[in-house]
């Protein structure tokens, strides 16, 4: 079987799981003996906020928004101790990988799971009250345990987000890979060309990088449009480099 019969996704085993000790629980429905998926990457992240809000970009506007950045970022189930703040991230690799993950995933609000497919890692999650400095109750945040890409060209915008192409085995790589020529730092929303202090390195000369996120780098470089942000590309690279300080 060649990479093209195969498709990628992405999992988030997100804090919620990891305090309750599902994790266990999520990798075994996820095996290949169940769901005929193998690992192609893996990590263990703090999750900056930059990062949380890339992620979830597309809910921007929604209400929950703001309590969903929290929560992925493990600030509501460790709220004092911020070194327990973890998610574990996950490529799979797989025949229809992306959809098969979906329903092992199932609803995303852990009620409906519960009542329409039980049995589902889902259905094990919770809606718990979010509430404002008063402690008065403003809304609902799911904590549905995992996440799982909704479709192929989404989970290639997430595992690029969040794997660089070394975090993958080479024969697994699902996207195309180049060679940088040049070095490229990162700080407070902006790309330069020399190192300073307090500038994170993003990629140096013969690293190997994601083919489309060198595009994007250099067309910041250039003055040009990118077609995806600098966040999309430098989450990747600040992962776990120093502790959060929000
Ligand atoms: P993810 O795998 O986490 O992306 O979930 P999903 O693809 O099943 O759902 P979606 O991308 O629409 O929403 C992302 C996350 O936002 C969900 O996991 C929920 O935690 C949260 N969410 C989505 N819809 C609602 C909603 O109507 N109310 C609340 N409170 N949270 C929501
Ligand atoms: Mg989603």
Redesign the pocket.
Known sequence: MTNQNLEHTLVLIKPDALKNSLTGYVLSQLSEYHAGLRFAGSKIVNVPRMLAEEH?A??RA?P?YF??ID?IRGRDQYPDAPEKRRVIALVYQGVDAVQKVRDI?GP?DPHVARETRPGCVRALGSVVPVKDADGNVI????D?L???S?TVPEAEREIKLWFKPTDIPPLMRPYETVTCDQSYYYQEGQLFTEYAADRTLLVAPGACVWKTDLEVLNAINEGATPAYTLEAVASKYVVNERPEED
Do not use: D, P, Q, W
């Open positions: 979830y597309e809910h929604k929950f309590s969903l929560f995933a995303t809304g609902h945040r799911m549905n995992i996440h799982a909704a």
